[in-house]
């Protein structure tokens, strides 16, 4: 336990009774504390001293840093009873107003939330920038938001992303950065809440002169915030306050129940050694020359005999192990037996912020063949010889035994194993290890990568994920299953243990790290469709592909107007075209085909162009009034057996119908015909799903990918009972009509604004469910039938938070 002078470091502030400061001070000696005395906050003070609450920099800084604020008479009974009282019952309680509204007393909740571990302080995430030009006056509020753990940026041109602007003047429309701007009350607004109208008046009368400066230097006021002087916009909206308050208080009470899930203490307690005052040396030459006489299960076994904390075996007899391993020849008892040393030596040298464990898994862990590279490219191989690609790094043994395979399992289990200690670290110290203190860290993210999710080795593990669902969904074999399973939640943890290291700095990092990596698995998922590779492509590519003309016609335009079928058929094999593209007068390759009668070019584009824009105009001109208006009927009709009777009510710049064109009435029943025909064909079509593996796969990506959105934005839903979070109606439906815009401008928090955003969709998912196919909502395959009902599950969640009821 700590000396009480460390424990019980006081400071005071408002003390104008010169006697009763006397007082305290000689009692605070008494029972050993200290005082630290001045007008600025100390970080190094436990406790404040305060009489009422009044808008003094030490008062908002020890608030705002989770301090304890008394009142002198826990002082002046705790030297009556001559040793330090509980402070519970001296803490300074807002509350106690019978004017003040009823709430949580701020200066307690903001105390209970850091002493939990819960927050570092109360501006923890903040980014701010101060527009105030006293560098006296900048001083002081810079100290009061270090105290809440702010980061201070001292300049525009810093590379953290700004998440607050605050300035003396109220917020205008003539702001220089692209970060909110907020006024300097805003300050006291976010510690107090509707509780900072109770201030008011000290804030306003206690306005400091020149003599009481000099005769109490400690009780300096901040009298720039003043509510009644410099209203922010946020106190104009009552709602949005209350909004916030409340979601601020579900997150962090979802965070709790969280920390509470990452502790597993009997996992950890395992992988949690003694270490020896000191680490006896032990001599491993014996082992050293047992290897070189290929005696590789003899080696393993004196080795295991030698292991306890602090020891760690050879690099070179781990490497020679596990190349051995790796070519094929070994027994089972070997593979079994060097799974078992490897989690032995784990158990004994966890690398949880240590860079000699670091450096020893990350040597053991590379490919024992190409020594050169990267601890990743090892995990990599292992997959991918699971998966029986060539792929890899060097050549692996072929056909691969069904005990490699597992042994190759294994191995996965224990670099996922490996990850989650390290993230279990990190979630319970509260502290950033670096790249020397994370195998995991070392592995995915490069010195100049630190600050982005998508790094080089998280793209590539991120294909591989998607390889191996492609490989592994729809097999009968359970190992394949298993590959798979430890595979996604190597990626899940990396992904988490990213996100806590950096959410501590910047959250917005964090968020756009999110959405930049879904991006690209989205697209990675559309890119595994394509067919042949990158030299395939250059090869089938056309001559003049990527030309347009002085018109702006592409090649694609060309063809379909020369009725050149099979060059349309060689452009649309190739990834990433557009058959929409529009040329200067926005004509399109359709308008074209339609226009000059191509139509084995229209056959072609409504065959492979799934996205194929038939209702685009130019002028009013839709395709098929430009294919009845050059007299191109079998066109006309082609198109109208593929979309349907849609098309007929297209009006034209002179209001007429496609029918309106045609003066044959024979004609005319003929297209209705065929339109009436399409309507049947696109009724079966939406009832069918035509390829069921595709749409498997991308509804477990999208039904997992969901599942771990909420759980790491605490959206409610069935999983989250315990943690309910409860809304009013009236809450409800006016944050429903609220727009966007006026959410992200209002609240400052970053994972706040998005909650609400969230909750917006949630409460909207009726409108989605409805768009939904028929032919996916009655579809029968398993992962297919858990997305969708996922989705009603989430519309269930969302009317029963708009209706204002509870779940229970």
């Given at each position: 336990?700590?000396?009480?002078?460390?424990?019980?470091?006081?400071?005071?502030?408002?003390?104008?009774?010169?006697?009763?400061?006397?007082?305290?001070?000689?009692?605070?000696?008494?029972?050993?504390?200290?005082?630290?005395?001045?007008?600025?906050?100390?970080?190094?003070?436990?406790?404040?001293?305060?009489?009422?609450?009044?808008?003094?920099?030490?008062?908002?800084?020890?608030c705002a840093g989770g301090k304890w604020i008394v009142t002198p008479q826990y002082v002046l009974d705790s030297v009556k009873h001559k040793a330090w009282l509980p402070e519970a019952s001296y803490e300074l309680n807002f509350t106690a107003n019978p004017n003040a509204p009823v709430t949580a007393n701020p200066p307690q909740k903001w105390r209970e939330k850091v002493a939990r571990g819960i927050m570092s302080g109360a501006f923890q995430d903040w980014v701010v920038y101060l527009e105030i030009e006293d560098h006296v006056r900048r001083?002081?509020?810079?100290?009061?938001?270090?105290?809440?753990?702010?980061?201070?940026?001292?300049?525009?041109?810093?590379?953290?992303?700004?998440?607050?602007?605050?300035?003396?003047?109220?917020?205008?429309?003539?702001?220089?950065?692209?970060?909110?701007?907020?006024?300097?009350?805003?300050?006291?607004?976010?510690?107090?809440?509707?509780?900072?109208?109770?201030?008011?008046?000290?804030?306003?009368?206690?306005?400091?002169?020149?003599?009481?400066?000099?005769?109490?230097p400690e009780v300096t006021q901040c009298t720039s915030i003043t509510v009644k002087d410099e209203p922010m916009e946020v106190t104009n909206n009552p709602f949005l306050m209350m909004l916030e308050e409340t979601l601020k208080d579900y997150v962090t009470r979802m965070e709790v129940q969280k920390r509470k899930l990452l502790k597993v203490p009997g996992f950890c307690a395992y992988y949690t050694p003694v270490f020896p005052t000191q680490v006896t040396a032990v001599d491993f030459s014996n082992v050293q020359s047992i290897v070189e006489c290929g005696l590789f299960p003899q080696a393993l076994e004196e080795v295991r005999g030698c292991l306890h904390p602090g020891v760690l075996p050879p690099v070179s007899v781990l490497c020679e192990c596990m190349?051995?391993?790796?070519?094929?020849?070994?027994?089972?008892?070997?593979?079994?037996?060097?799974?078992?040393?490897?989690?032995?030596?784990?158990?004994?040298?966890?690398?949880?912020?240590?860079?000699?464990?670091?450096?020893?898994?990350?040597?053991?862990?590379?490919?024992?063949?190409?020594?050169?590279?990267?601890?990743?490219?090892?995990?990599?191989?292992?997959?991918?010889?699971?998966?029986?690609?060539?792929?890899?790094?060097?050549?692996?043994?072929?056909?691969?035994?069904?005990?490699?395979l597992h042994f190759h399992g294994k191995l996965q289990a224990f670099l996922l194993r490996l990850f989650q200690l390290e993230l279990h670290g990190m979630a319970t110290t509260g502290r950033a290890a670096g790249s020397q203190g994370s195998v995991l860290y070392s592995m995915f993210w490069g010195v100049w990568e630190t600050t982005k999710l998508s790094s080089k080795a998280l793209r590539q593990l991120a294909d591989l994920l998607v390889e191996t669902t492609l490989w592994a969904l729809h097999s009968s074999q359970e190992w394949r299953l298993r590959v798979l399973g430890t595979l996604q939640e190597i990626l899940a943890v990396v992904v988490e243990y990213w996100a806590l290291e950096h959410t501590r700095y910047n959250s917005l990092i964090v968020q756009n790290g999110f959405q930049d990596f879904a991006e690209y698995i989205a697209i990675q998922c559309q890119e595994k469709k394509r067919v042949g590779g990158a030299a395939l492509v250059k090869d089938n590519m056309p001559k003049g592909f990527r030309r347009v003309n002085i018109a702006g016609e592409t090649l694609l335009h060309q063809a379909c107007k020369r009725d050149q079928v099979e060059k349309v058929l060689q452009i649309l094999s190739l990834p990433g075209v557009d058959a929409n593209v529009k040329d200067h007068a926005g004509w399109t390759p359709l308008h074209e085909a339609c226009n000059h009668g191509s139509g084995e070019c229209v056959r072609a584009l409504l065959q492979h162009c799934p996205d194929l824009q038939l209702d685009s105009q130019v002028g009013g001109v839709s395709p098929l009034h430009d294919a009845l208006h050059n007299q191109h009927t079998h066109i006309a009709k082609m198109l109208l057996r593929h979309a349907g009777s849609v098309l007929l009510q297209v009006y034209d710049d002179c209001g007429k119908t496609p029918l309106d064109l045609v003066?044959?009435?024979?004609?005319?029943?003929?297209?209705?015909?065929?339109?009436?025909?399409?309507?049947?064909?696109?009724?079966?079509?939406?009832?069918?799903v035509r390829d069921m593996a595709f749409v498997e796969t991308c509804s477990c990506l999208l039904s997992s990918l969901l599942l771990t959105y909420l759980a790491e934005q605490y959206i409610p839903s069935y999983e989250t009972a315990e943690s309910v979070l409860e809304l009013s109606p009236?809450?409800?439906?006016?944050?429903?009509?609220?727009?966007?815009?006026?959410?992200?401008?209002?609240?400052?928090?970053?994972?706040?604004?998005?909650?609400?955003?969230?909750?917006?969709?949630?409460?909207?998912?009726?409108?989605?469910?409805?768009?939904?196919?028929?032919?996916?909502?009655?579809?029968?395959?398993?992962?297919?039938?858990?997305?969708?009902?996922?989705?009603?599950?989430?519309?269930?969640?969302?009317?029963?938070?708009?209706?204002?009821?509870?779940?229970?």
């Open positions: 336990m700590l000396p009480d002078h460390i424990r019980y470091v006081f400071q005071m502030s408002g003390m104008r009774d010169l006697q009763q400061k006397a007082e305290l001070l000689q009692a605070i000696r008494q029972l050993q504390g200290q005082y630290i005395g001045g007008s600025v906050y100390k970080e190094t003070m436990t406790h404040l001293i305060i009489t009422k609450p009044l808008a003094s920099e030490k008062f908002l800084a020890a001083a002081m509020f810079e100290r009061i938001l270090k105290a809440g753990k702010a980061v201070v940026c001292t300049s525009t041109s810093a590379t953290k992303t700004l998440t607050h602007v605050l300035t003396k003047a109220q917020p205008d429309t003539s702001q220089k950065l692209a970060a909110p701007y907020f006024s300097i009350t805003y300050i006291a607004e976010h510690l107090f809440g509707a509780l900072c109208s109770g201030l008011n008046c000290s804030i306003n009368s206690n306005k400091v002169s020149q003599q009481a400066s000099c005769v109490h190349q051995h391993a790796l070519q094929g020849e070994a027994e089972p008892y070997f593979l079994s037996l060097l799974n078992i040393v490897l989690n032995d030596i784990l158990c004994n040298n966890p690398t949880w912020r240590c860079p000699a464990s670091v450096k020893y898994f990350l040597k053991i862990l590379q490919c024992p063949e190409c020594k050169t590279l990267p601890a990743w490219s090892f995990l990599q191989t292992s997959v991918r010889f699971c998966l029986g690609s060539t792929e890899t790094c060097h050549s692996l043994p072929s056909p691969a035994s069904t005990e490699l003066s044959c009435a024979a004609m005319r029943d003929e297209l209705i015909r065929c339109a009436k025909e399409g309507d049947a064909t696109l009724a079966i079509q939406r009832s069918e009236s809450t409800a439906q006016t944050l429903l009509r609220l727009n966007s815009e006026t959410l992200s401008t209002h609240l400052g928090n970053s994972k706040i604004g998005a909650l609400a955003h969230d909750l917006r969709t949630l409460m909207s998912m009726e409108q989605y469910v409805l768009q939904l196919s028929p032919a996916l909502t009655h579809c029968q395959g398993i992962h297919t039938s858990l997305l969708i009902q996922l989705l009603k599950d989430l519309q269930a969640e969302g009317t029963t938070l708009l209706n204002g009821q509870t779940r229970q």
